[in-house]
């Protein structure tokens, strides 16, 4: 099995080996010299297509550097691609498990081959940190081989039943539904993309895949590795187009027989009360969060602004995970504000290419407008920015789309405690008791991570009991509400932050691209 000497992962606090920073570098000049500002198609039952034109994508780092032109694909070729996906998913889903969990593995591995380049890749195309980059690609290839595991562990997910008589033999079988669509984010451009992708294809279903306008060219590269592993051309299908045609097209047709979305609440929402018309069809939606973190008087103060800081201002607070809300009991609140004020103050802000940098840019325009809007709400409704609140000019950072972390207080009723902003920016408040946190916290539509910091047992257990968040952490140094890994921490929402109830990465994912038979057999 091919994987990187040193893996990374989101709870990777610092990475000082030699060796990883080289292969990064050697990896800067590659993916420089031969990767950037070419045309790419994308592909349909294998074939390279151009569709109606081609649109050229930038960097959030420097928007002189042209990543590439990317080949507009319209509705006809999401149409195509359905057809031909349905047409391959007899033989795909007919194929032995055992053979697709060989070949899904292989992709795994030819992930993990390029592991450098594409990390490297990613930090230019969506502007995420070394340390973020070499994680989500990890995080990619671990997804897929996590699959295959839970199919090897279930036996292909067919068991033995109970029966009514000697002559009876009955078998419960998860079969696979058909065509598959994925409609990725550019946040996470691997990790997804390929798991939900490496799910539904482990499982037998055919895909169609769509990523994010800002992260083409890692859809297409994810496409690449999981070709050269030995997904068929019939299998697999990648279009690079927007959400307004190519997208629509997807969740409005009746062959896609399920579908996967991560991205804002209103589409999400849009697609899972519209994509089911004449039956019932499955639609996993991950929609964000308004993550709170909650610090009682008896936390460590060292690891709870450790945590709320990384998890607040990792890829620059652009994950649906990040925490955007801080709950402190008030004997600690000022401490705890003073010490994660000055951690803060240190963060290194700039080209995440760059070794030092924890903190890149934000993804677009409309981001850096959504950063200095809330700050101009918080300071006009009273409120206190306690760190950042600016955008980043000067030098080289002039043509890139820089903000600075952000800390505020801010009046209860004002906006930034319950809309998800997507930017580093977080709001701390104190509390009197941890009831009022934990009120305060569930006090949202959405419910996906949440964080608590106590070193008190029976205040941890209260939290576990009362929280209403999808994934939780008790005193994680490495992140308050992120930093989940396959097979570690399942991730999905409840609430408003998710459909299923069944999270990434855990023991009951691969089960929703998968429909149960019951299979009796009566033998005279």
């Known amino acids: 099995m091919a994987q990187t000497k040193f893996k990374i992962t989101y709870a990777t606090m610092s990475a000082d080996n030699e060796e990883l920073h080289a292969a990064y570098e050697r990896a800067v000049e590659t993916v420089k010299e031969s990767w950037l500002g070419q045309k790419h198609h ?12 081609y649109d050229e994508e930038r960097s959030p780092i420097d928007r002189d550097i042209l990543i590439g032109h990317f080949a507009r694909a319209t509705a006809q070729d999401a149409k195509d691609a359905i057809a031909a996906a349905k047409a391959f998913f007899p033989e795909w889903s007919g194929m032995p498990w055992q053979d697709r969990v060989k070949i899904m593995r292989q992709g795994a591995d030819a992930i993990s081959d390029h592991v450098y380049e594409l990390a490297v890749l990613m930090a230019i195309e969506v502007g995420k940190s070394r340390l973020e980059a070499l994680g989500d690609v990890e995080e990619t290839a671990d997804l897929i081989r996590y699959y295959c595991t839970q199919m090897e562990e279930n036996d292909g997910f067919s068991f033995q039943m109970g029966h009514l008589s000697a002559n009876e033999h009955n078998r419960s079988v998860l079969k696979p539904y058909g065509v598959w669509a994925v409609i990725s984010p550019f946040n996470f451009p691997m990790a997804l993309a390929g798991g939900p992708a490496g799910g539904a294809l482990v499982a037998g279903n055919t895909v169609v895949l769509k990523p994010s306008h800002q992260g083409f060219f890692t859809g297409l590269k994810l496409y690449e590795a999981l070709r050269d592993g030995g997904v068929p051309a019939g299998a697999f299908h990648v279009l690079t187009g927007p959400g307004s045609t190519v997208g629509k097209e ?16 209103p589409v999400g929402m849009q697609i899972y009360k519209n994509f089911a018309r004449d039956y019932p069809k499955p639609a996993i939606c991950e929609m964000g969060g308004k993550n ?25 607070g652009q994950k649906c995970s990040a925490c955007s809300r801080v709950f402190v009991e008030r004997p600690v609140y000022q401490d705890f504000v003073k010490l994660l004020v000055d951690k803060a103050s240190k963060l290194h802000v700039g080209d995440p290419l760059k070794r030092d940098v924890y903190m890149g840019p934000v993804i677009n325009e409309k981001s850096v407008e959504t950063h200095q809007k809330a700050v101009e709400d918080v300071k006009k409704d009273g409120g206190t920015v306690l760190l950042g609140g600016d955008r980043i000019t000067g030098g080289d950072l002039d043509r890139g789309l820089f903000v600075e972390p952000t800390i505020v207080e801010a009046p209860e009723d004002n906006r930034v405690w319950n809309e998800e902003l997507f930017v580093p920016f977080v709001a701390v408040a104190p509390v009197d008791s941890l009831d009022e946190a934990l009120e305060k916290a569930n006090d ?57 109830g069944k999270a990434g990465g855990g023991r009951h994912y691969v089960q929703q691209y998968l429909r149960e038979q019951s299979q009796t057999v009566i033998e005279d």
């Not at 349909?44 to 109606?52: L, Q």
């Not at 997807?250 to 609440?265: E, I």
């Open 42 to 53: 994308f592909f349909v039952n294998g074939e390279a297509r151009d569709g109606e034109g």
């Open 250 to 265: 997807l969740w409005q047709s009746p062959d896609v027989d399920g579908l996967t979305f991560t991205g804002s609440y």
């Open 292 to 316: 709170p973190a909650i610090v009682s008087a008896k936390a460590d103060l060292d690891k709870a602004t450790e945590g709320v800081m990384r998890s607040a201002f990792g890829y620059s």
């Open 444 to 500: 949202t539509e959405y419910g996906l991570t949440a964080g608590f910091y106590s070193e008190d047992k029976g205040e941890q257990d209260r939290f576990l009991n009362a929280i209403q968040a999808g994934v939780v952490y008790v005193n994680r140094k490495a992140g308050a509400t992120t930093g989940a890994w396959p097979g570690m921490q399942p991730f999905g929402g409840w609430k408003g932050s998710g459909t299923s």
